[in-house]
């Protein structure tokens, strides 16, 4: 019997041939730990993952090394959140927010930050202004980012991400990004819409395995890095007790999934072949 799947925003399936052969392949012949050692099958496994990050990169633009890769979409919000946003600052978020910003932001009250919920329209250009009044609205003195749902998961709303990235530029604000229901369907550029941090989860609309995600980070983070959630072994500078001062091994703790990162950007490159506008038109027609 057919399987007629209709649960997508939760995970995407079935996955193309090529994802399940890329990860088959890195457990046949990608074998080794990334970064830890030089033998042949370590370096092979380097390969794949830094080949996932250009991946990320050729979609979205930024640089390779701002890829860090994350478990899932949450792990690269809380990553993205917890790591950017400053200590008693204020904090702007959508009033269609998913939990895995929701939560993570409402945790931030430990260390003084609060937040305000702004209007979350933006299909038309009156309901583009909307968004941006609603955000100067709520603006404070001690407002240090905004962060955006892109696409809801239950309602068709998405929000204008070049006209929110240029008004958090102006005002100086950190803008990071869900995109968990728009990466794969959407024209996404990360320069273009001066975004601070991309996140995204791998097995979604990129058609990579669970278990893969990601944050891609904008040139601009540099300048205050974020800090690690997790401290542990990142494959450079081990004799320092402190995690190193680059991305993406600075927020890399431990090793890294091969074989998930090996099958998404499988998924990225069924994508770049397919096309995003005729992924995008079939969503729209179902």
Do not use: W
Not at 196 to 224: T, Y
Request: charged letters at 20%; proline letters at 6%.
């Amino acid at each position: 019997m057919k399987t007629i799947y209709l649960d997508n925003a939760a995970t995407s399936f079935p996955k193309p041939p090529q994802v399940i052969e890329a990860v088959a392949d890195a457990m046949r012949e990608r074998g080794g730990n990334p970064g830890r050692s030089s033998h042949a099958l370590a370096a092979a496994a380097a390969d794949a993952v830094f080949e996932g990050r250009e991946a990320v990169a050729s979609l979205f633009g930024g640089r390779a090394e701002n890829v860090v890769f994350t478990m899932n979409a949450t792990y690269a919000l809380n990553l993205a959140i917890k790591g950017l946003v400053p200590d008693h600052s204020h904090v702007l978020l959508s009033d269609m927010e998913h939990n895995s910003v929701r939560r993570p932001v409402a945790a931030l009250a430990a260390r003084g930050v609060t937040y305000d919920h702004y209007r979350s329209l933006g299909r038309s250009e009156k309901d583009v202004e909307s968004v941006l009044y609603s955000l100067r609205e709520k603006l404070r003195p001690e407002t240090s980012a905004i962060i955006a749902c892109h696409r809801s998961n239950v309602l068709p709303i998405e929000l204008p991400l070049k006209a929110m990235g240029e008004f958090a530029a102006e005002k100086g604000l950190l803008f990071i990004v869900d995109a968990s229901q728009s990466a794969g369907s959407c024209e996404i550029d990360l320069e273009d819409c001066r975004i601070s941090a991309l996140c995204a989860p791998g097995h979604k609309g990129l058609f990579g395995p669970q278990g893969s995600g990601f944050v891609l980070f904008g040139e601009g983070v540099k300048e205050r890095l974020p800090a690690p959630l997790l401290e542990g072994g990142s494959g450079s500078d081990s004799i320092s007790i402190s995690m190193p001062d680059l991305l993406p091994e600075r927020l890399e703790a431990g090793t890294l999934p091969v074989e998930t990162i090996a099958g998404l950007a499988a998924g990225i490159s069924f994508i770049q072949k397919e096309g995003l506008g005729k992924i995008a038109e079939r969503e729209g027609t179902l």
